[in-house]
């Protein structure tokens, strides 16, 4: 992103300013489709942990779900990795070998198209239609059985309701990204690509915004970091008791 705004289209392009560029692209596609794909791994461990309460702890280790992170993220590195040096070491010599504005130029042809973009749409169609089941069976279960719940189902639902939220933030920041990616990016020289530099900053903050406002959204939904956060615009003595500050941290736990 930065390399692209140091770049002027009429100017030069050094190879190690394009190596720069495929090697930025690759990092962002690995790290958008383990986003899409981690994002649907705690829909899962949301849905069982909803739907399934009994069994949740059996099943969810914290050993099977580092298995499953660390799988994802092999098998995305792989996925985007290797098609990318294939590409590369086909163009790296031609005239073909030029500065990557948009991350999907790094893939072969057709690989996008075929394959990369598909796959993408399927992994936001499953995060949104297991989103809507988890965010229902919440409801249902709320609605059902009320406040006459142990302290663990309480801190489950919190956490179910915390991750619901933060991922249909990220995937409402992911669609325009998803968008963009699936168009052919114009010549640097031609008059429309101004118009799709531009949207391709709008989107590239759109994906960047969600991260950021999840971490101000998880201090916020916390009534330790919410009572400190009041004592700090507060003014005034600015001094917390920590046996106020325990209370409040089992009060919330609760």
């Not at 949301?46 to 914290?62: E, G, H, Q």
């Not at 050993?63 to 790296?92: D, E, K, Q, T, Y």
């Not at 399927?122 to 995060?127: D, E």
């Not at 719940?149 to 995937?171: D, F, G, P, Q, Y």
Request: charged residues 10%; aromatic residues 14%.
């Amino acid at each position: 992103y930065i390399a692209a705004h140091l770049w002027s289209p009429a100017g030069p392009v050094s190879k190690a300013l394009i190596n720069l560029s495929w090697v930025s692209a690759c990092i962002i596609n690995i790290t958008f489709f383990a986003s899409l794909f981690t994002s649907l791994t705690i829909g899962v461990d949301r849905a069982i942990a909803t739907l399934k309460p009994m069994s949740y702890k059996s099943v969810m280790t914290i050993r099977s779900s580092a298995v499953i992170i660390i799988m994802i993220w092999i098998s995305i590195g792989i996925f985007c990795f290797l098609p990318v040096v294939v590409n590369w070491v086909r163009v790296s010599g031609s005239p073909h070998f030029h500065f990557i504005f948009n991350p999907t130029e790094i893939y072969p042809n057709n690989f996008t198209t075929y394959f990369g973009f598909p796959l993408l749409m399927t992994s936001l169609v499953c995060n949104v239609l297991l989103y809507a089941l988890v965010w229902g069976a919440y409801v249902r279960a709320v609605s059902k059985v009320g406040d006459s719940v142990s302290n663990s189902e309480r801190k489950t639902r919190r956490v179910t309701r915390l991750c619901a939220i933060t991922v249909t933030l990220a995937i409402l920041g992911w669609v325009p990204a998803l968008i963009l990616g699936a168009l052919t990016a114009p010549h640097p020289s031609s008059e429309s690509f101004a118009l799709y530099q531009f949207l391709f900053d709008i989107s590239s903050a759109f994906t960047i915004l969600p991260p950021y406002l999840n971490n101000i959204l998880y201090a916020c939904y916390q009534r330790d970091f919410r009572a400190a956060y009041i004592k700090l615009f507060k003014g005034g003595n600015n001094r917390v008791d920590p046996m106020e500050m325990s209370q409040t941290t089992r009060s919330s736990a609760k």
